[in-house]
């Protein structure tokens, strides 16, 4: 993992690091769904959007189409991908988490993605 300076992070995340740009927080996550319950807290409590601000786990996908990203990572992780993995793959392509969950709320909807444990998605 590359070490960018953040010397005021008091652990090594082990997922890597959450931010929020409205309010300067940090915040060092261990697995990649912290990200999304982070998400949701922050969200909940004071409407801003936490996006990655780095990612130290597998995540690359080739898209930034929520179903398509998926699938492509729904082949090394066929017991379902977390949520904050396939958020983690989007940032990169420019997608907030709070838009991925949108979409990943609309999918599940319509049928074309299912849970199978609970905040890991697969495609159908
Ligand atoms: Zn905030």
Redesign the pocket.
């Known amino acids: 993992m590359p070490d960018d300076g953040d010397a005021e992070l008091a652990e090594k995340p082990r997922a890597g690091v959450v931010t929020?740009?409205?309010?300067?927080?940090h915040v060092a996550v261990a697995e990649p769904n912290d990200a999304v319950e982070l998400y949701r807290r922050?969200a909940n409590?004071?409407?801003?959007?936490?996006e990655w601000e780095r990612v130290a786990f597998d995540a690359d996908v080739e898209t930034d189409d929520v179903k398509q990203a998926l699938v492509e990572l729904g082949e090394n992780h066929p017991d379902g991908v977390e949520l904050g993995r396939l958020a983690a793959a989007l940032a990169d392509a420019g997608v907030a988490i709070g838009d991925t969950l949108d979409a990943v709320r609309d999918l599940r909807m319509s049928g074309e993605i299912y849970e199978p444990r609970d905040d890991h998605v697969l495609a159908v």
Request: net charge negative; charged share 15%.
């Open positions: 929020c740009p409205s309010c300067d927080l922050h409590v004071t409407g801003h959007d936490v």
